[in-house]
C-alpha cells in the first residue's frame, strides 16, 4: 500500500507541474516572474524516539515561477538539525530533511509588501546519529508569509511559517505529525 501511495503522490505531482508548465502561454507574458529563496530556518519536531519536542536550526533554499499577478508553482528543499540530550544517556545528532513542492498564492504587486500562501506536498527524511536508516515518508507543509522589498530584483522574506506535517514510512516509529518551521532569508526576483 505504501508504494501505491508514493506512486500516487509522484505521479500527482508530475501531472500538476505538467499542466502548470502547457497551461503556462495562457497567461500574460509580461507578469511572469521567477523567484529563487535562500535562508535560515527554525523548526520544531519529534525525534522518533521519545515523542519529545527538538528545537532545531537549518536551512531552506527554493524556487517558484509565477504565471501571473498571484499564482505560481514553488519547490523547496530543507535541512534542519537538533542534538537529542532527552532520549538516551549520550545526547546524538538529529537531522531532519524535507522536500516539496506545489501551489503558492501572491498578490504580487509593485508594493513594499508582498504576502504569500503556500501548499507544498513531498516527502521526508529523518536521520538518527547512531540508528539504522529510516525510509522516506510523506510531508505538507502549508502557511505563508510575508516579503518585504528592497527593490524590484531583491526582498526579504520577513518571516514564513509553515505548519508541518510529517507521516513516517513505518507506523512504528514515533514521529509527531503535526511540527512548525519558521523561515526567514532572501529572495531574489528575475
Aim: no cysteine.
Amino acid at each position: 500500500m505504501r508504494k501505491i501511495s508514493r506512486a500516487l503522490l509522484i505521479s500527482t505531482m508530475a501531472a500538476l507541474l505538467a499542466s502548470a508548465l502547457l497551461t503556462a502561454p495562457l497567461f500574460a507574458q509580461d507578469t511572469s516572474h521567477v523567484e529563487v529563496f535562500g535562508g535560515y530556518q527554525f523548526a520544531k519536531f519529534s525525534d522518533g524516539i521519545s515523542q519529545k519536542r527538538l528545537n532545531a536550526n537549518g536551512w531552506d533554499v527554493g524556487f517558484a515561477f509565477y504565471f501571473n499577478h498571484w499564482l505560481g508553482i514553488k519547490a523547496e528543499v530543507s535541512g534542519a538539525f537538533a542534538t537529542d540530550n532527552i532520549s538516551s544517556a549520550l545526547p546524538f545528532r538529529v537531522a531532519n530533511y524535507t522536500y516539496a513542492f506545489g501551489p503558492v498564492i501572491s498578490p504580487w504587486s509593485r508594493g513594499r509588501f508582498a504576502p504569500f500562501g503556500e501548499f507544498l506536498l513531498g516527502g521526508y527524511k529523518e536521520n538518527l546519529a547512531g540508528y539504522p536508516t529510516q525510509p522516506e515518508g510523506f510531508a505538507l507543509l502549508t502557511g505563508g508569509g510575508l516579503d518585504v522589498r528592497l527593490n524590484p530584483h531583491l526582498s526579504l522574506r520577513a518571516v514564513e511559517a509553515d505548519w508541518l506535517y510529517t507521516s513516517p514510512a513505518n507506523p512504528a516509529i514515533l514521529i509527531k505529525r503535526n511540527n512548525v518551521r519558521v523561515v526567514t532569508g532572501v529572495v531574489f526576483r528575475f
